[in-house]
């Protein structure tokens, strides 16, 4: 979707990107256009190379060129060899594409530039998308309706079908539970599948939680049964050998009986108390960092359930994105930038 957008304006990147190499060839240049920066009291002190196979690095580059639109026309006044100023109509173009871009940008960051797991924020962060392409789908802007048009294309066909593990893992966030999939389906899909896909995702989630309280159930009566075997043998006592034998194997017997009775009775559903339980607010602890809160850890450090931190450990710790190859050996987050202090 980010290299439709891109796509519209690959004339413009080209020039601006031949810009900032022409710019920074000579010290002279530089210089010169440093002079023109200080001139007109720009914040900014930096343009921003870009790697042309990572569409987020042409991203920053384009958003650091828009603060010195002014700078490159007064620039070409004083560098007769500049031919590659972009227009005014240019400037217009990359602003509209970055305004859109912006938001999935964001999202990089959000989903893989954390130091924790991130699949609980990721149903968030795609339903942000989604309201931003529908609201520019109908633009008065022809040029962004048409760009916009192209991109929503693709974004229906890729998350036309309800997403059960995006889902189940914002439910399992403490702060959202099922408040998450009511606020962003009636936002993600027509009006006629909210309640299908909201029942298709419960649904799944309770055999998902069925599924792990089978397993901690049979682990409960495997350790209590092996208990008791281990424990069947006679004690020593005053009385003779065999009344204290069989005394000992009836009360295992009976303890067996009882272990294996109260292993299949029902359980008090976790699920249901989890939800009973309310959204997790900073009111109920002031020492968490609601905004940025590891929801990994907080089921690791809850002693209130027994079988949902394990299910939850499962879903959340999922990687949910992944890492280009030429990003993992980056030492930095840009691939060159050339600052104009003077």
Same mark, same amino acid.
Not at 284 to 291: A, G, N, Y
């Given at each position: ?6 796509? &519209? ?13 022409? #710019?920074?060839?000579?010290? %002279? &240049? &530089? ?21 042309? @196979? ?8 384009? +958003? ?11 620039? &070409?006044?004083?560098?007769?060899? !500049? ?16 305004? #859109?871009?912006? @938001?999935?940008?964001?999202? +990089?960051? *959000?989903?893989?530039?954390?130091? !924790? ?40 066909? !890729?998350? %036309? ?29 027509? $009006? ?6 909201? %029942? ?5 989630? !309770? ?27 006679? @004690? ?12 000992? $194997? ?5 303890? @067996?009986?009882?272990?294996? *009775? ?39 450090? +809850?002693?209130?359930?027994? #079988? ?12 949910? $994105? ?9 030492? %930095? ?7 104009? +202090?003077?």
């Amino acid at each position: 979707m980010v290299q439709d957008g891109l796509s &519209r304006i690959k004339e413009i990147v080209d020039t601006i990107r031949n810009s900032v190499e022409f #710019i920074n060839k000579t010290d %002279g &240049r &530089r210089l010169q256009f440093a002079e023109i920066v200080r001139q007109l009291q720009l914040p900014e002190k930096m343009l921003i190379y870009d790697c042309k @196979t990572r569409w987020n690095s042409t991203y920053e580059m384009l +958003t650091c060129a828009l603060k010195f639109q002014d700078v490159f026309p007064r620039y &070409r006044d004083r560098e007769p060899n !500049y031919d590659f100023c972009p227009t005014t109509e240019d400037w217009e173009k990359v602003s509209k594409v970055c305004n #859109i871009l912006k @938001t999935f940008w964001t999202a +990089t960051h *959000v989903i893989p530039g954390s130091d !924790y797991p991130t699949a609980n924020l990721y149903l968030n962060e795609v339903c942000r998308i989604k309201v931003l392409l529908d609201s520019k789908v109908d633009d008065e802007d022809d040029f962004v309706r048409s760009m916009v048009q192209k991109m929503k294309l693709k974004f229906d066909k !890729y998350w %036309g079908e309800c997403n059960l593990l995006m889902s189940i893992a914002a439910i399992l966030d403490p702060r959202c539970k099922m408040r998450v999939i009511n606020y962003c389906f009636p936002l993600l899909y027509p $009006s006629h599948e909210v309640q299908s896909n909201i %029942g298709k995702v419960r649904q799944a989630l !309770y055999d998902l939680y069925d599924e792990y309280v089978e397993i901690h159930v049979s682990g409960q009566s495997g350790s209590s049964s092996q208990l008791l075997i281990g424990s069947d043998h006679p @004690t020593k006592s005053s009385s003779s050998a065999s009344s204290s034998v069989s005394h000992v $194997s009836g009360m295992s017997e009976f303890l @067996t009986h009882i272990a294996t *009775v109260e292993s299949v009775q029902p359980v008090k559903n976790e699920l249901d108390t989890y939800f009973e339980d309310g959204l997790l607010t900073a009111a109920d602890d002031s020492t968490i960092d609601i905004v940025n809160l590891d929801a990994l850890k907080w089921w690791k450090d +809850t002693t209130k359930y027994k #079988i949902l931190p394990k299910m939850a450990a499962d879903i959340l710790a999922i990687p949910i $994105s992944t890492v280009a190859s030429e990003a993992t050996f980056s030492a %930095g987050t840009r691939i060159g930038v050339v600052s104009y +202090t003077g």
